[in-house]
């Protein structure tokens, strides 16, 4: 039963969009069965979480699954979860159906394909996480990409055709610069099969998969996509974008790029860690100065991104480790803050800033979980944002006391843009767009966003629920970490 | 004893989360009672805990206690974890104390306000955050508290939103913060690589422990200490991370009084006295720490000569009197830092409060020179202010004298370096003396200013508010006249030996030593009480006027403008100037221009499609000898 | 030897003269305005083959050129030229001068290179040619061919011939109905 | 007596019974045409054309499942093996469904029957180039289905694009022709063979490997088929043709025709040229990369969809060009199976194109396909699916196709040839996107012309086949395993 | 073999395969360049003639018969074509059928 359950996680959303599209349901009935759908997905996350071993020694693989796909080139569908894949993996369904929720509430037009597409993009995510296999793994990256170009193209902003396709073609260049490297190391090694595919020498192939993490991170300078998709997209589909979708990327890095290639990591390291950084310090910069809600949210995403790159190329346990908490991190805040977003942008009209103000007064529920989530963004000492950042870069101090310190300089223009962020939106005397008739956060809003946050101050109560759990004791969770260290 | 001190520190956690849950089912007054409750509790917890510690053997008194491993990696554990020693217990009674108090007198103060819950449950959450803080097991939970703290400051210098100077206070508060919690870090980084822990019984002294294995690298150990010493200074508003306090009075005034008086901002001599074994390492960062309090005491006291502001003549008479503590702990005397921590808390609250009650009687008023005349008007305040006017400038018996003057007397011990730190002390007395009194003859001596007239002060509230506001107050008048009392030094030293466990001071004044500097200290101080008198008695004149010295004083040494053109605006025209020049063109022009490209080569080769069948059998025949000449060329 | 050496004289002097009126007639083709002067010098290009496939001692195609293909092909030809009548006459050609350049330059190529690869294996394979018996090109031969090794090919071609005709009559086929609204819908 | 001397070969009716099945139906659609009355025609004619198709089918299945070994057969004229038999399977199948999508096409009811007829044939002309054998066998059958398609394209004869297709294709494809029989010429007079085999073995034995003549010759039957494979730079006719064309013919021709040239084209290669290799090989590659590049630039540009697809098509030509100039086994299974995918994505977009275009009643631009996949969802989803397939997104056949391909080529050590193929995958997305968004990110209302009156007609064998074509597309990515070991032992006839 | 060898035959079938491949790429008329394709057609036609008597066997010849076969449908579909263009009042100039371009 157990080995079910990773394909019962990538395939019930797949069937649930199948519902969707071809039986006729009306509105209402839609959206509720997509979150109930989405909902499920998390019950079954919490039978995994339940039914894994955090506690075996070496962290392995479990929940393993293989069955040939097509032998005569060693391809297989494979899944299995490790422990960190667990945590993203629970993340990427709750955000999921805080996302699904979300758009219930709103009620998105042409529902049938709407919710189709999310629980899609719900499986393919999952996929993602899952897979144990570079096709498959390639399979389900590109899926995630079917989906987000529609939802983003159909249900997006005035602008969003320019958008989806700037971001569809940026990222379809990494990934296709990830196949030619899949190939090449598959059929090199005879087996698609991450586990069992030899670890390469090459910087090249290293490159091809680095490129595609880089380009969906995104990393500077691949993010020419990142504020138009962002400030284009419905707010849930921002939410899953940078909340989920950037994760993947960091996944690739991790499962991908770290562990299969020893020698180019190392070779490369100071160049990534520059980009990293560099994302980082630019990704602070221009949120400080981005004129809207969605703005900021949009480059402090790549700023994290950065950050969590940082971590995983610190390529020791802390780095790793915090990279993970830090992922998870992110990804339940961006979504909060982009669905808050969404709730702002909804009253006022507007994202901008010089429209935007005075929305705390009169409006407690707002007020609170804006402030909440953005001062867990900040990383305020204690929260777990903090516990992962302090890791990463405790794991990359040891690569360089330099990155630990450009480090700790964006965390502090984060306490910039995100202060920048909350008075903007909350503070002074109220705004003209920000009248009486803009009313606090709903029942549903709440409803949708509080478990978001819940899950936060969850984890900075224990961080170490996930930085302990992630690779088990003395990472030997993957055949290759511990020769990194 | 450990029961306790974790009660002590739940208490007011439940309470912030209570009330942050109960929402509008909870009267106004409610949260406040609720808030004050639990402080109180807190408060009675923390003696529970004194005693209970009291009971022990020296040696004995120190006991961690593990909830859960809150952070880890690999083989670094970080619990969430306290230590209840002395120093932490000593904290927790000036904390929990203080705090209750202020707690109670903010329902008065805060009678009416549209956010009272939120208020109570920022309060609240301060209290956890800075008991947090001084029970931290660890320098990770300290830094947890640390940044806490800080939160909550931010949230209420902000509490008033509407007001753009409140959030821009708020904001500068929360940076300059953030940038100690940065350094912080970045030292809790080194230290991690070089000892692999941040338990704080590692670190308990200068010899044992992982101290040799510290004191090995040089380098290591400076950066360390600098680094926690920058955590400490931007806490504690001390040089040259100082602008945000003054203003941070933007917040209610019990705000000022708890966070920006009391508590918060002297967070910083505790983290020095609790890592006093690295700085011991350390000795020039020490010394530099030592040097920072000295010059901020003698800058904030110029300072405070020329603000209107009553608020922030407090304030940066706060800044000066950290300084004297950062003098002390810098120069090892960390048990008179202590001390003097404990008599400020007392005083400077004090101070805060009757000023509070001042502007609150005032219709909110602030600036002094709108004042004048109130002694008549509000005898009690008057009393009250003077109380801690006189506990501040240390003059004999009250609270301030004790503690004050015996920091003094440690730099003597030290040197020439101690000897300047020690001259700059005795300017500070003085300084203290002349700003206080000035500020107490401006607002309650002389004539009633046509402001008063005009708004005759009286007490908004029923009498349950006005209750709230005085006890509260008496207590702390008490509290400064007498808090000083439970040491003389060299004659009497209780919280020394109390401490002497956890941080044994490097230097212990001697007889003569005590004596001279509290002859001098007392007698400068006086000396500036009587120039203020013949300057501000008579003459009803708020500010020096001397126009240049003024101007330099009044921009506050320029430290604002300098950080505005050192930091805040090189990242506002970077990050526009990465906006205009790589964001647009670079980033995005690339793609534009790609597509360009793809899509001229595209409209190109399209219009080879002439449409004429003569071009296409041309081509076909073209590529034809171009294969064969090449198959045949190549062969 | 000198009957074989004055046989191959005469050989090679009705081989030059065939050579001369199947080149000529060809350039004619191309070169005439008026297609019903090209269709007659396609007639000749034929004949002129028609020797040359006789000297190669292939009777058989030799009789079918000329009664299939300059009779009834061409007849056809002439046929739709005179239907076609004034309509028939098109520019000589035209346009731009890089594509006549373009065309002479590629022809020339492609026909120097196959010219110079024959000549570079004449000296080898193309040589010496292979004996051939009395009945090599004959009617009976060419049918026993097409019954033996290459009854496909014969069957196909008879398809082909059956495709082309019914092709033939859809096209030529006069519709009923002249005007319908796609024959306005251009490209928009 | 001559009868006794006549050793007339033997024929194997079983192996021609995918051509038979054909050839038949299309008589009786001839008969169809003279004998049925007029409104009877189109139902009768198109039934016996699909039920010719479907018997192509089951037959070419049969020949499949029969010739684990290949022979040669009737006078060597052609050869019964997989590899052409999987190749009829797939244009049967085409055939099929280009039935399907035709039935509805406004035509002109003169000819419906020789439609269907001519359909049937070309199909049959197809079956027949897959497994031919020699020289002569190539040039008749691919005489045979090019006639065909030359009248195909016409037949809409009040139609001028329709008539100017027809003669484009017609003076370029005899231009073609002609460039490989001459090419065959070239062979024949080097080797003495005209069978494949035989040249091969000529090549052998008399060491002409490097022999000029041949290699002229070669040249020009490469030219020659690559002009049918609508490879650049022979590709120039494509455009004009296809969207010239009744749009049920270019459905067919994209898929079926590309199909038979590509197939024959690495039987040729292989069979007649082996010692050739390493010049072919480079020819292709060369070949595939001048298509990828001209077909994906001019694609970008496109407004008019049909003639989008037509590039479209040259590009995948040189997707599967650099299957073939892998030239190993993994190549021939990687042609076989992008084949599939392709045929049906092809088809399936052609007959979306048909379904608007009879709706709008002109042709096809991506402003006029605003909004058609709200109002159509079926067959807008099919289209979107089908566009993903042409751009290699998983969850289609069409990226397995493109992985094989690459994997093909990389195998053969030209990771060159495959980041080629990546860049044009890259570039190709624009335009394919660009479709979807015209499909469903465009509202309608921006729409310039109103669809032709009335609600839009119930097409369902238009439908059925686009939905059969949706589910080969995405039924391909699933079940590769099956594919491929079909497309394994198919390849296995080949002497790769 | 009397008179000229076979690369003597084989070099005038390439004279008339690119006389009329020039033909083809340079006339307009539709009717002169379906001429022209006749004229490819024969030089192929010589060719294999030639190389069929080159190595004395009849396959060649089997082959240009099919090729006449060939050469003729064609040429019935092409005047098809024409005449239905004709028809159609379209312009009997192949530079003129530049309606599908681009």
């Known amino acids: 039963m157990n080995s079910w359950l990773a394909t019962v996680l990538v395939f019930l959303p797949i069937v649930g969009a199948l519902v969707c599209w071809l039986v006729p349901m009306r509105r209402f009935t839609l959206g509720a069965f997509a979150t109930l759908v989405a909902l499920v997905e998390v019950g079954f996350w919490i039978v995994i979480a339940e039914r894994f071993d955090f506690n075996e020694r070496n962290g392995g693989l479990q929940f393993e699954r293989k069955g040939s796909w097509f032998t005569d080139l060693g391809v297989s569908y494979h899944v299995g979860l490790f422990p960190f894949s667990v945590w993203l993996l629970g993340m990427a369904v709750v955000v999921m159906a805080a996302a699904i929720a979300y758009a219930f509430w709103a009620g998105r037009e042409r529902p049938r394909a709407y919710f189709g597409l999310m629980l899609f993009l719900t499986g393919a995510i999952v996929g993602v996480f899952v897979a144990q296999d570079l096709l498959v793994f390639y399979v389900f990256w590109e899926a995630m990409l079917i989906p987000l170009y529609v939802l983003m193209g159909v249900w997006g902003g005035a602008n969003r055709l320019a958008a989806t396709i700037k971001f569809v073609i940026y990222t379809m260049v990494g990934s296709l610069l990830m196949l030619a490297s899949v190939i090449v190391l598959g059929l090199h090694s005879g087996t698609f099969d991450m586990g069992a595919a030899t670890r390469s020498n090459s910087t090249w192939i290293f490159l091809g998969f680095a490129a595609a993490f880089a380009v969906k991170a995104p990393l500077f300078p691949f993010h020419a996509w990142l504020p138009d998709a962002y400030r284009e997209s419905p707010p849930e589909v921002s939410a899953v974008l940078s909340g989920v979708v950037s994760k993947t990327a960091a996944y690739g890095f991790l499962r991908i790029a770290i562990v299969q290639f020893d020698i180019p990591v190392r070779e490369l390291r100071t160049t990534i860690l520059v980009l990293a950084t560099i994302s980082l310090l630019y990704g602070s910069l221009l949120a400080f100065r981005a004129p809207d809600v969605r703005g900021v949210i949009a480059y402090s995403s790549m700023a994290q991104m950065g950050l969590i790159t940082l971590g995983l190329f610190a390529t020791n346990l802390a780095g790793l480790s915090g990279a993970v908490l830090q992922m998870v991190n992110h990804g339940l805040i961006s979504a909060a803050l982009f669905l808050i977003a969404g709730a702002v942008e909804r009253r006022a009209g507007t994202g901008e800033f010089a429209r935007l103000g005075g929305m705390a007064r009169g409006r407690p529920a707002l007020a609170t979980i804006l402030m909440a989530t953005g001062i867990i963004a900040l990383a305020v000492p204690g929260s777990s944002a903090f516990a992962g950042e302090f890791l990463i870069l405790l794991g990359v101090f040891a690569q360089g006391w330099m990155w630990a310190v450009l480090g700790a300089a964006a965390i502090l223009l984060a306490a910039m843009y995100m202060l920048r962020l909350i008075s903007g939106v909350l503070h002074r005397d109220p705004a003209p767009a920000v009248d009486e008739r803009v009313l606090d956060l709903r029942l549903a809003e709440i409803g949708i966003v509080v478990p978001l946050l819940a899950c936060l101050l969850a984890l900075s109560i224990w961080p170490a629920a996930i930085s302990d759990h992630s690779f088990g004791t003395g990472a030997r969770s993957i055949p290759g970490l511990l020769s990194l260290r | 004893m450990i029961v306790s001190s974790w009660i002590c520190l739940g208490l007011p956690l439940a309470a912030a989360l209570a009330i942050t849950l109960a929402g509008n089912r909870i009267t106004r007054r409610g949260a406040g009672y609720l808030a004050t409750t639990a402080c109180a509790g807190a408060f009675a917890a923390a003696v529970v805990t004194f005693f209970l510690l009291w009971d022990r053997q020296p040696a004995d008194r120190s006991q961690a206690s593990t909830l859960w491993s809150w952070l880890t990696a690999g083989d670094l554990h970080f619990g969430l974890r306290i230590l209840v020693d002395p120093l932490s217990v000593f904290m927790m009674l000036v904390v929990a104390g203080v705090g209750s108090l202020i707690v109670w007198y903010s329902v008065g103060y805060m009678d009416g306000d549209d956010e009272e819950r939120r208020y109570f449950a920022y309060m609240a959450l301060f209290v956890f955050s800075m008991l947090l803080l001084v029970q931290g097991g660890n320098l990770l939970i300290l830094l947890a508290g640390w940044g806490l703290v800080g939160l909550s400051s931010y949230l209420l210098i902000g509490f008033w939103h509407q007001r753009a100077s409140a959030i821009a206070a708020a904001k500068k508060a929360f940076i300059m913060n953030a940038l100690g919690d940065a350094t912080m870090a970045l030292a809790l980084f080194l230290l991690i690589q070089q000892t692999g822990t941040l338990d704080f019984e590692a670190f308990s002294s200068s010899t044992s422990g992982v101290a040799p294995q510290l004191a090995s690298n040089h380098w290591a150990i400076n950066l360390i200490a600098l680094g926690l010493l920058g955590g400490a200074v931007a806490k504690s508003a001390q040089l040259p991370l100082h602008t945000w306090l003054p203003d941070a009075m933007e917040g209610p005034t019990p705000v000022s009084a708890l966070i920006h008086a009391a508590t918060m901002v002297t967070a910083g001599v505790y983290l020095i006295v609790r890592t006093h074994a690295i700085f011991e390492l350390a000795p020039k960062v020490q010394d530099l720490a030592a040097g920072l309090g000295a010059a901020t005491l003698v800058l904030a006291g110029l300072i405070a000569l020329v603000q209107t502001d009553i608020k922030r003549v407090i304030a940066y008479s706060t800044m000066s009197?950290?300084?004297?503590?950062?003098?002390?702990?810098?120069?090892?005397?960390?048990?008179?830092?202590?001390?003097?921590?404990?008599?400020?808390?007392?005083?400077?609250?004090?101070?805060?409060?009757?000023?509070?009650?001042?502007?609150?009687?005032?219709?909110?008023?602030?600036?002094?020179?709108?004042?004048?005349?109130?002694?008549?008007?509000?005898?009690?305040?008057?009393?009250?202010?003077?109380?801690?006017?006189?506990?501040?400038?240390?003059?004999?018996?009250?609270?301030?004298?004790?503690?004050?003057?015996?920091?003094?007397?440690?730099?003597?011990?030290?040197?020439?370096?101690?000897?300047?730190?020690?001259?700059?002390?005795?300017?500070?007395?003085?300084?203290?003396?002349?700003?206080?009194?000035?500020?107490?003859?401006?607002?309650?001596?002389?004539?009633?200013?046509?402001?008063?007239?005009?708004?005759?002060?009286?007490?908004?509230?029923?009498?349950?508010?006005?209750?709230?506001?005085?006890?509260?107050?008496?207590?702390?008048?008490?509290?400064?006249?007498?808090?000083?009392?439970?040491?003389?030094?060299?004659?009497?030293?209780?919280?020394?030996?109390?401490?002497?466990?956890?941080a044994e001071p490097l230097a212990e004044a001697t007889g003569w030593q005590e004596a001279a500097s509290s002859g001098l200290a007392v007698a400068l101080g006086l000396m500036g009480a009587g120039l203020a008198w013949s300057y501000y008695g008579s003459r009803h004149e708020a500010i020096p006027t001397w126009p240049r010295l003024r101007a330099l004083l009044e921009h506050k040494f320029y430290f604002d403008e300098l950080y505005d053109?050192?930091?805040?605006?090189?990242?506002?025209?970077?990050?526009?100037?990465?906006?205009?020049?790589?964001?647009?063109?670079?980033?995005?022009?690339?793609?534009?221009?790609?597509?360009?490209?793809?899509?001229?080569?595209?409209?190109?080769?399209?219009?080879?499609?002439?449409?004429?069948?003569?071009?296409?059998?041309?081509?076909?025949?073209?590529?034809?000898?171009?294969?064969?000449?090449?198959?045949?060329?190549?062969? | 030897?000198?009957?074989?050496?004055?046989?191959?004289?005469?050989?090679?002097?009705?081989?030059?003269?065939?050579?001369?009126?199947?080149?000529?007639?060809?350039?004619?083709?191309?070169?005439?305005?008026?297609?019903?002067?090209?269709?007659?010098?396609?007639?000749?290009?034929?004949?002129?083959?028609?020797?040359?496939?006789?000297?190669?001692?292939?009777?058989?195609?030799?009789?079918?050129?000329?009664?299939?293909?300059?009779?009834?092909?061409?007849?056809?030809?002439?046929?739709?030229?005179?239907?076609?009548?004034?309509?028939?006459?098109?520019?000589?050609?035209?346009?731009?001068?890089?594509?006549?350049?373009?065309?002479?330059?590629?022809?020339?190529?492609?026909?120097?290179?196959?010219?110079?690869?024959?000549?570079?294996?004449?000296?080898?394979?193309?040589?010496?040619?292979?004996?051939?018996?009395?009945?090599?090109?004959?009617?009976?031969?060419?049918?026993?061919?097409?019954?033996?090794?290459?009854?496909?090919?014969?069957?196909?071609?008879?398809?082909?011939?059956?495709?082309?005709?019914?092709?033939?009559?859809?096209?030529?086929h006069h519709s009923r109905r002249t005007t319908r609204e796609e024959v306005s819908l251009e490209r928009s | 007596m001559i009868a006794a001397a006549l050793n007339t070969p033997s024929i194997d009716w079983f192996e021609l019974s995918p051509e038979l099945a054909l050839l038949g139906v299309s008589a009786l659609a001839l008969l169809t045409a003279v004998l049925v009355p007029q409104a009877w025609k189109r139902p009768v004619a198109a039934f016996l054309c699909a039920g010719g198709f479907l018997g192509a089918l089951v037959a070419a299945a049969l020949v499949y499942g029969y010739s684990?070994?290949?022979?040669?057969?009737?006078?060597?004229?052609?050869?019964?093996?997989?590899?052409?038999?999987?190749?009829?399977?797939?244009?049967?199948?085409?055939?099929?469904?280009?039935?399907?999508?035709?039935?509805?096409?406004?035509?002109?009811?003169?000819?419906?029957?020789?439609?269907?007829?001519?359909?049937?044939?070309?199909?049959?002309?197809?079956?027949?180039?897959?497994?031919?054998?020699?020289?002569?066998?190539?040039?008749?059958?691919?005489?045979?289905?090019?006639?065909?398609?030359?009248?195909?394209?016409?037949?809409?004869?009040?139609?001028?694009?329709?008539?100017?297709?027809?003669?484009?294709?017609?003076?370029?494809?005899?231009?073609?022709?002609?460039?490989?029989?001459?090419?065959?010429?070239?062979?024949?007079?080097?080797?003495?063979?005209?069978?494949?085999?035989?040249?091969?073995?000529?090549?052998?034995?008399?060491?002409?490997?490097?022999?000029?003549?041949?290699?002229?010759?070669?040249?020009?039957?490469?030219?020659?088929?690559?002009?049918?494979?609508?490879?650049?730079?022979?590709?120039?006719?494509?455009?004009?043709?296809?969207?010239?064309?009744?749009?049920?013919?270019?459905?067919?021709?994209?898929?079926?025709?590309?199909?038979?040239?590509?197939?024959l084209t690495l039987r040729v290669l292989t069979v007649a040229f082996p010692a050739e290799t390493h010049l072919w090989r480079i020819a292709i590659a060369a070949i595939a990369c001048a298509s990828l590049t001209i077909g994906n630039l001019a694609a970008l540009v496109q407004r008019n969809v049909k003639r989008m697809l037509a590039y479209s098509s040259i590009s995948h030509a040189g997707f599967m060009l650099i299957a073939i100039a892998a030239a190993n086994g993994l190549g021939g299974r990687a042609l076989l199976y992008y084949l599939i995918p392709y045929s049906a994505m092809s088809l399936g977009a052609f007959g979306v194109v048909a379904a608007r275009e009879r709706e709008l009643g002109q042709p096809v631009t991506l402003d006029n396909l605003a909004g058609f996949g709200w109002e159509r969802p079926l067959l807008g989803a099919a289209m979107w699916v089908f566009m993903l397939g042409f751009a290699g997104f998983p969850l289609t056949g069409g990226f397995v196709g493109k992985f094989y391909v690459f994997s093909a080529a990389y195998r053969h050590g030209w990771i060159w040839l495959v980041i080629v193929g990546l860049a044009a995958t890259a570039v190709s997305l624009y335009y394919y996107l660009g479709v979807i968004r015209a499909l469903y990110m465009r509202p309608s209302a921006e729409l310039q012309l109103a669809p032709s009156g009335g609600s839009p007609p119930r097409e369902l064998l238009l439908q059925g086949s686009v939905a059969a074509c949706l589910v080969v597309t995405v039924g391909s990515f699933f079940a590769v395993q099956p594919l491929i070991d079909l497309a394994r032992d198919a390849a296995d006839a080949l002497p790769l | 073999m009397k008179g000229p060898d076979t690369a003597w035959y084989l070099s005038v079938a390439a004279f008339l395969f690119a006389m009329g491949a020039l033909g083809v790429m340079i006339r307009r008329s539709p009717l002169i360049v379906l001429l022209s394709l006749e004229i490819m057609l024969n030089g192929c036609n010589l060719a294999l003639i030639a190389a069929s008597r080159h190595y004395g066997h009849g396959d060649g010849q089997i082959f240009a018969l099919t090729v006449m076969a060939v050469a003729a449908s064609e040429v019935v579909v092409g005047l098809g074509l024409i005449v239905a263009m004709s028809r159609r009042e379209v312009a009997l100039d192949v530079d003129q059928l530049t309606t599908l371009r681009g």
């Open chain 4, 68 to 263: 684990s070994v290949s022979v040669e057969e009737i006078g060597d004229a052609v050869t019964r093996d997989r590899w052409g038999a999987l190749a009829q399977i797939v244009i049967a199948g085409a055939g099929l469904l280009a039935v399907g999508i035709s039935y509805s096409e406004r035509m002109s009811d003169d000819h419906i029957a020789e439609y269907y007829a001519l359909l049937a044939a070309a199909g049959a002309g197809m079956a027949f180039i897959v497994s031919a054998n020699n020289l002569i066998t190539l040039f008749l059958a691919l005489e045979w289905f090019s006639l065909c398609l030359y009248v195909l394209c016409a037949i809409d004869v009040d139609l001028v694009r329709s008539l100017e297709a027809g003669l484009k294709y017609l003076i370029v494809g005899g231009f073609g022709s002609a460039i490989l029989l001459f090419g065959s010429a070239l062979v024949y007079a080097a080797t003495g063979g005209l069978r494949f085999g035989a040249i091969a073995n000529a090549v052998a034995a008399r060491g002409l490997t490097d022999d000029v003549v041949l290699l002229t010759g070669l040249a020009m039957i490469l030219v020659g088929l690559g002009f049918k494979a609508s490879a650049a730079p022979f590709h120039m006719w494509t455009p004009d043709v296809y969207e010239g064309a009744p749009t049920p013919v270019t459905a067919f021709m994209s898929a079926a025709t590309k199909t038979a040239a590509l197939v």
């Open chain 2, 321 to 502: 009197q950290i300084g004297y503590m950062f003098l002390g702990v810098g120069l090892g005397a960390y048990a008179n830092g202590m001390f003097h921590l404990m008599t400020h808390a007392f005083f400077k609250a004090l101070l805060f409060m009757a000023a509070g009650i001042v502007i609150h009687a005032l219709a909110g008023e602030q600036d002094i020179r709108k004042m004048g005349g109130l002694r008549r008007l509000m005898p009690w305040t008057w009393a009250a202010f003077l109380i801690g006017g006189l506990a501040l400038v240390g003059v004999p018996p009250f609270a301030g004298f004790f503690s004050k003057d015996s920091i003094l007397a440690a730099a003597l011990h030290h040197g020439w370096y101690g000897d300047i730190l020690w001259f700059a002390g005795l300017g500070g007395a003085f300084l203290t003396g002349l700003y206080t009194f000035r500020l107490i003859f401006v607002v309650f001596g002389g004539e009633q200013s046509d402001y008063v007239r005009e708004h005759p002060p009286h007490h908004h509230g029923d009498r349950v508010a006005r209750w709230s506001l005085f006890v509260p107050v008496g207590i702390l008048a008490i509290l400064a006249t007498i808090g000083g009392w439970i040491q003389f030094a060299n004659v009497w030293t209780p919280v020394t030996d109390w401490l002497r466990p956890v």
């Open chain 2, 565 to 635: 053109a050192l930091f805040y605006r090189p990242a506002v025209v970077t990050a526009r100037l990465l906006y205009a020049l790589v964001e647009g063109p670079l980033v995005g022009g690339t793609i534009a221009g790609v597509a360009g490209v793809f899509r001229g080569l595209g409209r190109e080769s399209s219009r080879l499609q002439t449409g004429l069948v003569r071009v296409y059998a041309l081509a076909v025949a073209a590529s034809l000898a171009a294969l064969a000449i090449v198959f045949v060329a190549v062969r």
């Open chain 3, 1 to 172: 030897m000198v009957a074989a050496s004055a046989g191959n004289v005469v050989v090679w002097a009705v081989w030059c003269l065939a050579v001369i009126a199947c080149l000529g007639s060809g350039a004619a083709v191309v070169s005439f305005s008026n297609p019903f002067y090209s269709a007659l010098a396609l007639i000749g290009n034929l004949g002129s083959l028609a020797v040359l496939y006789l000297l190669l001692s292939a009777e058989f195609v030799a009789a079918a050129q000329v009664l299939v293909y300059a009779g009834a092909v061409m007849v056809m030809f002439l046929f739709v030229i005179a239907y076609l009548g004034g309509r028939a006459d098109a520019p000589w050609a035209g346009s731009a001068s890089w594509q006549t350049l373009g065309a002479v330059v590629t022809a020339g190529a492609l026909l120097g290179e196959i010219v110079t690869v024959i000549g570079i294996d004449a000296a080898g394979h193309f040589s010496t040619s292979a004996q051939i018996t009395d009945g090599f090109g004959s009617p009976a031969a060419i049918g026993r061919l097409f019954l033996t090794d290459h009854l496909l090919a014969f069957e196909i071609t008879s398809i082909v011939l059956l495709i082309a005709a019914v092709g033939g009559i859809i096209l030529g």
